[in-house]
């Protein structure tokens, strides 16, 4: 039995009296406090929640109790800028580093009543597919704790996983907000581009950066992202938000026409983890949805397009920490050029050099056209296919990733097994398409995710599919 | 494509203002070139005349009326992560 019922009925038992914002901030800080061994949290934030509680229930107390997310504990990845304490990124460049200003997402979050109780671990800079990047502390699976929690928002996903929180939010570059949820067992939410205010988050890959919700329910997930989702002049990527309540869904699945993603069932698959995508596929259509398989070729060079546009995106937005304006600084420097390489060198860990690297050489002259430009082009490529195909299916279904959650240290010495484990969720990154995961069962006693994607814009319609998935896959 | 010699990674390292120590020159090198040898598959996709995707979602030239918008940044706050102040001002190693 869940520690929080759904947020609607959190946010009105603190309306009515029931319990206290300051009770729900308490407990969510006992169970913070009582979980630690999972290493999923970075910081606490008691002060400023408590003080915002306090705040809360005194209007309440007043009769001032609007709100839908009135009292709500949730916790933030470590990327997001929150007052109240430190903003790391889980790296070392920014330890001790105090946000000036908040994010965008917190304080819509904050105005509907939300109050962030914590900042959770992810790899560093949000660098990674299971947390073991971050440069403080390896997460643990809260299924098994030899295994990781996924990532890069690993420690979101096991906050919500284990209860700490009823909701969570992270970021999702390639897959870092899905794959996690995946291998934690809950739903993991990433919109479409432009569709949530990036201000305020620290940037990883400019072109596929989005942020979203991490929550055990599909509803829960969808009333989060009608909060934070909609235009904001502080992010001038931004595209208009649905004139409809994201919350207006009602789990149709009714000749919902699907496409089963032949690229992403193939060999390299799990077989446990094919099965429960089987199963799924087969329960939908028992409930009335048309599926048929559908093939999208170049999905096949999805990860490679990636892994050129992003670390080429990394190389670039990773040039402001010189230890100059903010972050570590070398104190011994003698010269300006010895206070950057010096303050780069020990304030970056081995994957955010790793991808500076690439990066820096992808976008070298004499290798531009062979490797960014050519995977820009890719990219189209792939546009165009997830558009040919949208005409004939509404939604795409498929894994969120080829295996349940892997063990801790099985990657980490090939940088190049660990990219793979976003085979199949950078592509949506890179058509700026929304997609879920959502928990389809158990092989061997590890969650299954499965993973539904939808055209851009079409994010009430896809919660629409995933509350309808959810409720048969139960 | 002709793989990163132990120069070349020396070469990254320096235009990114990266130091790598002498023990780890070979394992970048390494690490590297497998992510290279992996993104070269894209060499062999037919592209037609296709061009290339900058961003994603078609916006052009957002733009909004220009006056300030007071967010409420606070010039001190944002000083509070600078490594060394002097007046008001980031202070840096001399430049030229």
Redesign the interface.
Known sequence: MSQWPDLLTIADNVRTGKTTATELVSRSLTLIADNKSYQAIISTLDEAAKKRAKNIDENVAKGKHDGRLLGVPFIAKDNFLVFGGETTAASNILKG??A??QSTAINRLEAEGAICVAKANLDAFAHGASTENSDFMVTKNPYDKTRVPGGSSGGSAVAVALDLVPFALGTDTGGSIRQPASFCGIVGYKPT??LVSRSGVIAMAS?TDVIGPLARTVEDTALVLDVIAGID??D??M?ERDTKKYTEISGNLKNARIGLVEEYMGQGVDPGVRDIINKTVSKLKTHGAEIKSVSLP?LT?A???Y??ICPAEV?SNLLRY??????Y?YPS??????????S??IG?GREA??R???G???L?SG?YD??Y?????????L??EFNETFKDVDYLLGPVAPTTAFKIGQNTD???KM?LSDVMTAAAN???IPAISVPAGNSQDLPVGVQLMAP?KNDRQLLDLALGTERIMK | ?AK?TRDD?LK??H??????DESEIDR?QT??N???K??????N?D?DD????????G?TN?S?EDKV?D????PA??L?????VVDNQ?K????L
Do not use: C, W
């Open positions: 580093f105090i000036p200003y581009y432009g072109s002049q502080l001038s990527t595209i170049s060079y990860l490679a397009v892994y050129i190389s010189d230890g100059q304006r903010f972050g600084s420097a003698t010269s300006l050029q010895e206070s950057y390489i010096k780069r060198s970056f050099k790793r500076i690297m690439i820096t050489h992808v070298s290798y062979a490797y430009k050519k995977a820009q082009i890719v990219r189209t490529k546009i165009n090939e940088p190049l990219y890179l058509a700026g851009q | 494509m990163l990674v990254l390292a235009l990114a203002r990266i130091e790598i970048y690490e590297l497998e992510i290279l992996y993104v070269e598959q894209l060499q996709v592209v296709l061009l290339p995707t900058d961003q994603v979602t916006l957002v909004r918008i967010y409420g940044y606070k706050d944002l509070k992560n600078v490594p060394a980031i840096v190693k001399r430049i």
